[in-house]
């Protein structure tokens, strides 16, 4: 098959193959476009392959049946011939099998020729991370075999898939990096805004998102915050000015903190300020310059009580009187919650004393908020 596509066509496959990473289904858009120019019936690039420990990651070309790529990876990879390519090698399927023993073979009686594909075109990548990838480009009988210049087409996207798929690696594990850590700090029950470099909120946090929707002591106003009286706001947006400042002179260490009073009377909300260290490269225009972190002294503690229970060996009865202890409530009040006397729940708190290692009330609401479980 001759190849003309001129350089704006192949600057285009390149931009969508390089876009691929950011993708809702990664590589979709390079992988039609390269089976409409292979004038192939699939294209489909895998990203881990199936084995007996875990299903496998593929993506395909519009048309491919979701049900054959489950037969795949359930049956049909064991038998499959066309596997353990040379690396970074173009290679068509009669030339890593015999013609003969293609037809004959049960994954293309069983797999293939029911979707009346026969040629494969494929290369296989492993990375330098580690990753081993795929890309098969099929076409059926009647579209005639894949010849060289099919293998040089495809040869030319091979350095540059191999660079985005280690793009998407990273992408992947910062992003799971960044749920984690934003899943512990809503665990932690701290509310967390980001700001940009105009000080314009850029993202929030659930319990920040709680927070500036009560409108009590803090609120977004234009993509800007306010905070409670005339004074509080002042101190604020001069505390943000503070930080702006800090980061574009090179100074991540600056931190202030707050109180900010709260127009319904109840406890005032702690904030800290302190802005966000930049990559040397960084523009900044859309990245986050400032972080606040708010705590509300009447948030409840959120640690899963079957966690606190298995952490200190505390029994159901210890475990409910603790967390009511740490979110609170006096021992007497705590025992008028459960219905039982007072010498019952000191009886219980002596208890929870003995197999926590502390002797106040003070340092047994200390050691819940600061156990690892309120990660839990």
């Known amino acids: 098959m001759q190849y003309s596509l001129s350089l704006e066509e192949f600057s285009g496959m390149l931009g969508s193959l390089y876009q691929g990473p950011l993708e809702n289904i990664p ?3 390079f992988l039609d476009r390269l089976k409409c120019s292979m004038r192939a019936k699939y294209a489909t690039l895998t990203l881990r392959p199936p084995s007996q420990h875990v299903d496998g990651l593929s993506i395909s070309t519009s048309g491919s049946s979701a049900a054959i790529s489950a037969s795949y990876n359930q049956y049909f990879y064991t038998i499959d011939p066309f596997t353990d390519l040379p690396n970074r090698q173009v ?20 797999f293939l020729e029911p979707v009346d594909v026969f040629h494969i075109l494929g290369a296989d990548i ?6 081993k990838c795929r890309i098969r ?3 059926d009988r009647a579209s005639g075999p894949f010849n060289q210049q099919d293998k040089d087409f495809l040869a030319s996207f091979l350095p540059h898939l191999e660079r985005t798929v280690i793009l998407h690696m990273y992408l992947n594990r910062i992003e799971s990096e ?5 899943g512990a700090v809503d665990k932690l029950a701290v509310g967390t805004i980001l700001l940009d470099q105009e000080g314009r909120v850029l993202q929030c946090n659930r319990l920040a998102q709680r927070l500036l929707a009560e409108r009590d002591g803090i609120e977004l106003v234009n993509d800007g915050l306010q905070v409670g009286t005339l004074r509080d706001c002042q101190e604020f947006h001069k505390l943000i000015d503070q930080a702006l400042l800090s980061q574009k002179s090179k100074n991540p260490s600056l931190v202030k903190a707050m109180r900010v009073q ?3 009377g109840r406890d005032d909300l702690g904030l800290i300020v302190r802005c966000v260290p930049q990559n040397e490269w960084s523009d900044g225009r859309f990245c986050p310059a400032v972080v606040i972190f708010i705590s509300d002294p009447e948030q409840k503690s959120s640690a899963p009580e079957e966690i606190v229970r298995s952490l200190f060996d505390l029994t159901p009865a210890e475990t409910h009187l603790a967390f009511q202890l740490a979110n609170g409530l006096t021992i007497d009040e705590a025992s008028d919650e459960f219905g039982i006397s007072r010498n ?3 009886a219980q708190l002596r208890s929870i004393f003995s197999k926590t290692g502390v002797t106040s009330q003070t340092l047994l609401v200390r050691l819940i908020l600061r156990s690892v479980a309120t990660l839990g």
């Open 91 to 110: 290679v068509n399927c009669t030339e890593f099998v015999s013609e003969k023993e293609w037809q004959e073979c049960e994954f293309y009686k069983s």
């Open 27 to 29: 590589w979709s858009t």
């Open 262 to 264: 709260r127009p319904s």
């Open 137 to 139: 480009i099929s076409r």
């Open 344 to 346: 019952t729940a000191r």
């Open 178 to 182: 960044r749920n984690l850590y934003a």
């Open 126 to 131: 492993n990375t330098n991370l580690g990753s």
